[in-house]
């Protein structure tokens, strides 16, 4: 069974940092594109960040460019997320999900999804 687990999400003030994390267990991890998707209240879910499984491509949308780093461990099936100078626009459920042989902006190509956590900026 694979399960996607977040961690980190909190609280923080506009211009701070965060650091999300996922775990991943029940696959084979290195063949996974892992990415990172938020969903704020009211609005659909959006693509944040991309990693190949072989860590050589990185995508960010451009909301997020030159704040957010997105990171993976192959050996720890892990991939992390470090948020820095933070907007309140940030504030959403930040979810992990992971597909086969693919890195990229499309949703409908990840097939298993984390259950997310909830990243809130204070102004």
């Given amino acids: 069974q694979v399960q996607l687990r977040e961690s980190g999400g909190g609280l923080v003030q506009a211009g701070g940092s965060l650091r999300l994390s996922c775990a991943a267990s029940g696959l084979t991890f290195s063949n996974y594109g892992m990415g990172w998707f938020r969903q704020a209240p009211g609005k659909e879910r959006e693509f944040v960040s991309a990693i190949s499984w072989t860590t050589s ?10 704040r957010f780093t997105i990171s993976r461990d192959n050996a720890k099936n892990t ?3 470090q948020m ?3 907007k309140p626009e940030d ?3 930040y979810y992990c999900a992971a597909a ?5 902006y499309d949703q409908r190509r990840y097939g ?12």
């Fill in 112 to 123: 298993y999804w984390g259950q997310g956590t909830q990243v809130t900026i204070s102004s």
């Fill in 57 to 66: 491509v990185t995508l960010h949308a451009d909301s997020v460019k030159g």
């Fill in 84 to 86: 820095q100078t933070l």
């Fill in 91 to 93: 504030a959403a459920v």
């Fill in 79 to 81: 991939v992390d997320l």
């Fill in 100 to 104: 086969n042989l693919y890195t990229g």
